[in-house]
């Protein structure tokens, strides 16, 4: 028994003694976040199908948390509860298998399987071994309350949701923007790419990094059972991507197959699976089109306040160019297009002339900018994803543009322009 | 609190056994004679014996536990679940019944039902070691079969059948013949730890564990089968050359053992474990003495009976299997047990006790 006390605190670690909250729910508008408090005993709650909080998830670390205060009966009725409102979660049958065997010999490791066991399934157990310690540094290590990763350096109204991946830790975040900003809502343990991050070409199993944006909703009845409870295709290879010569495509996030609650940290073909009721909670809660998926690597979380200076900094450039495109002069207004654009295989010179009859359209008027977002990409270059609405004055409607525009010394230049 | 109620759980027990051993006193040859009917195998016979009995006496719990063992005897595990059920119905004090379910549950592959029934007897009987021995073995293969799920292995993979098989062998319910006549006859027979001309250390197994006690059973003098089961250990010839004086000594070692175990020697049975020895499940060394002292004093009687006995000597470690029939009051349980024993330059000490092979 004691064993076991002691295995779950040296590998399953400061996740019990820190205490943080399974998962964010303080959010009140106003209210300053303290340490979230441990995640309620979960045994009462139904498996829904949709889950905005991930309950499984919260009811194993509640499991944990029990375990860690040497409250192994507790933790052994409810993972008993657990496996049998979720059968084919994994990680929780592990559990659930050493709080048996911790009834009858101290356990040795954490996953205490028989030799034959361990013969046979090496390669899932060390999986499983993964996602556990994943699981519990994503929920140990919060996000700074309040806080919002650096990407999302400008998000419009029409962005009702934004959801940031964080690959190094196998997490989706999903936001909601509300009136006081953006406001983390729930978050996910999810798989990524095979062989890892930063896709470059077809069939490299690999995860691209980037800011994407959803653009449809599969159903999943028209999919194999593969995908689970439906999909959420993304708009890879997106502007930046193509310019890069990357090639590929058919990134989704989707859900898991039967059988499956969740998979290993990396086991897909490039796409993001999560488990399926997090996947139909993602597909009811967020807009086709208008909602940003930002991968990354390692999210850097940052106050919104501390955007406000770039954010003001690019708006001058993009103010310029719309100043530009009003005047209708076509010789500066053109100097803020790269030598590189390229919109859907034109290339500037065969773009222009597109460009200036937009001008001729709205000779005369001034141009105002709507509902603008930035999402802002930094890599070996620096890209801004630029979406808005364009609306002459006088007119009650506009066109939503998109511009990917990017930083060349001191200058930023478009090299994608388009309607969404 | 919870020691008093421990202790009405066992009053309740004492007094459900001496009610139905005072009313049936009179019955206590027929008690006898269905259990010998049981262990030579005669299950049909044995049934119709117990069935007449029960006429005149339908709700007497130990002729309902026998018609239950019978029944599983005769292959029929769905009536036996159903006679043990209502048994714990009507006396939900018994943990007997609960461990006998138990282990038909376990038999169907049932071990989510075979551990319910487990708590069951124990919260009825905390201190019942049958039960606590079971429970450990369904823990086991729940656990197995949760590391399967989580490993996405097939659960019929080929670790799993000798595992269901030693379950069922150590849930082997077999009723002593009860009666307080026997019951004081039998009192001080318990194990004849047999001079031991010449212990095998590496004998062939006993024909049949089963048939063992069968063979020796007399009707007549209750008493005799116990002694004369001790018996074919010592006189069983040893084919093998005689290890050394280690594996004699750490025989003589474990008998004496079961001698102090049945004749409630609680000073030598305890002596018999060296400081190493750690008990199972959360307990401390205190709180399992304690435990040992309150189940073994409290029982009328007991009987050891050991046969089958494996030494295996290495250095200053032996390890001996052997097959237990106990038998205690109203219940008896065979099981494989191996004891692994320390010679500290004196003597040798138990370090481990464990059920199975």
């Given at each position: 028994m004691t064993f076991f006390f002691r295995l779950v605190l040296a590998t399953l670690t400061a996740a019990l003694s820190l205490s943080t909250g399974a998962a964010q729910t303080d959010t009140k508008p106003g209210i300053k976040k303290n340490r979230p408090k441990p995640a309620p005993v979960a045994a009462v709650a139904a498996p829904a199908k949709s889950s905005p909080q991930g309950a499984a998830e919260a009811r194993l670390i509640a499991i944990y948390r029990l375990i860690g205060q040497g409250n192994t009966l507790s933790a052994l009725r409810q993972s008993e509860q657990l496996v049998k409102d979720y059968p084919e979660f994994a990680l929780a049958q592990l559990v659930f298998g050493d709080l048996l065997t911790a009834r009858t010999r101290p356990i040795q490791e954490f996953g205490n399987v028989s030799p034959e066991q361990r013969k046979s399934?090496?390669?899932?157990?060390?999986?499983?071994?993964?996602?556990?310690?994943?699981?519990?540094?994503?929920?140990?290590?919060?996000?700074?309350?309040?806080?919002?990763?650096?990407?999302?350096?400008?998000?419009?109204?029409?962005?009702?949701?934004?959801?940031?991946i964080d690959a190094s830790r196998a997490r989706l975040y999903l936001f909601e923007n509300r009136a006081n900003g953006m406001t983390l809502v729930a978050d996910y343990y999810i798989t990524v790419g095979k062989l890892g991050l930063e896709k470059q070409v077809e069939g490299d199993q690999r995860t691209p990094l980037g800011v994407y944006f959803i653009t449809s909703q599969l159903d999943p009845k028209s999919l194999k059972d593969f995908y689970g409870a439906g999909a959420l295709p993304i708009n890879y290879p997106n502007m930046l991507d193509l310019k890069r010569g990357k090639t590929g495509g058919g990134i989704w996030l989707h859900g898991t197959p039967p059988g499956q609650f969740a998979r290993a940290p990396l086991a897909s073909d490039g796409c993001v699976v999560l488990a399926n009721p997090d996947l139909t909670h993602l597909i009811r809660t967020v807009q086709i089109r208008s909602t940003p998926v930002l991968i990354s690597n390692q999210l850097k979380w940052v106050p919104p306040p501390s955007l406000q200076p770039r954010s003001q900094e690019f708006t001058k450039h993009l103010n310029a160019w719309l100043e530009a495109k009003s005047s209708g002069n076509m010789a500066k207004l053109s100097a803020f297009y790269a030598p590189d654009f390229n919109n859907s295989g034109k290339t500037l010179s065969q773009w222009l002339p597109t460009l200036q009859r937009e001008v001729a359209a709205t000779q005369g008027l001034t141009l105002q900018i709507k509902d603008l977002s930035l999402l802002h990409w930094k890599d070996a270059n620096e890209t801004m994803v630029v979406t808005f609405g364009e609306v002459a004055t006088g007119r009650r409607s506009g066109l939503t543009k998109r511009q990917y525009w990017s930083r060349q010394g001191q200058q930023w230049k478009i090299f994608y322009e388009g309607v969404v | 609190m919870k020691y008093a109620r421990s202790v009405l759980f066992k009053a309740l027990r004492l007094l459900t056994l001496v009610g139905a051993c005072t009313a049936l006193s009179s019955h206590a040859d027929d008690y006898t004679d269905v259990s010998t009917l049981l262990r030579a195998n005669k299950f049909p016979e044995a049934m119709t014996k117990v069935e007449g009995l029960l006429t005149t006496k339908p709700a007497d719990p130990q002729l309902r536990f026998l018609k239950g063992v019978i029944q599983r005897n005769l292959g029929k595990p769905a009536e036996a679940i159903v006679t043990f059920t209502k048994l714990t119905e009507d006396h939900p004090e018994l943990p007997e019944p609960y461990n006998n379910l138990a282990v038909l549950y376990a038999g169907q592959g049932d071990y989510d039902k075979a551990r319910v029934a487990l708590e069951m007897a124990i919260r009825t009987n905390p201190s019942y070691a049958t039960a606590h021995e079971n429970i450990g073995d369904v823990y086991a293969r729940l656990a197995s079969q949760a590391y399967n799920k989580a490993l996405q292995l097939d659960n019929s993979n080929p670790a799993v059948?000798?595992?269901?098989?030693?379950?069922?062998?150590?849930?082997?319910?077999?009723?002593?013949?009860?009666?307080?006549?026997?019951?004081?006859?039998?009192?001080?027979?318990?194990?004849?730890?047999?001079?031991?001309?010449?212990?095998?250390?590496?004998?062939?197994?006993?024909?049949?564990?089963?048939?063992?006690?069968?063979s020796v059973a007399t009707p007549v003098k209750p008493a005799v089968p116990v002694v004369a089961a001790a018996a074919p250990i010592a006189a069983k010839p040893a084919p093998a050359p005689v290890d050394d004086e280690a594996a004699k000594s750490a025989e003589a070692a474990v008998l004496a053992w079961a001698k102090a175990w049945a004749n409630k020697d609680m000073a030598n049975y305890l002596a018999a474990y060296g400081p190493e020895f750690t008990p199972g499940g959360k307990q401390s060394r205190s709180a399992w003495e304690k435990d040992r002292r309150d189940r073994i004093v409290g029982k009328s009687r007991i009987s050891v009976t050991l046969s089958d006995l494996n030494v295996k000597v290495s250095g200053k470690e032996a390890v001996v299997k052997f097959y237990q029939a106990y038998k205690a009051d109203a219940l008896s349980i065979s099981s494989r047990k191996t004891l692994?024993?320390?010679?500290?330059?004196?003597?040798?000490?138990?370090?481990?006790?464990?059920?199975?092979?």
């Open positions: 399934g090496s390669a899932t157990l060390s999986d499983l071994k993964n996602e556990s310690l994943l699981r519990l540094k994503a929920l140990r290590e919060r996000p700074p309350a309040g806080s919002v990763p650096a990407e999302f350096l400008q998000l419009s109204p029409r962005n009702k949701h934004a959801i940031a | 059948p000798p595992k269901l098989a030693l379950i069922r062998e150590l849930f082997k319910p077999n009723l002593a013949n009860a009666g307080p006549a026997a019951g004081t006859a039998v009192a001080a027979a318990a194990v004849k730890p047999a001079p031991a001309p010449a212990p095998a250390p590496s004998s062939k197994p006993v024909a049949s564990v089963a048939s063992a006690p069968a692994t024993l320390q010679h500290n330059g004196k003597r040798w000490l138990i370090t481990r006790e464990s059920t199975g092979n």
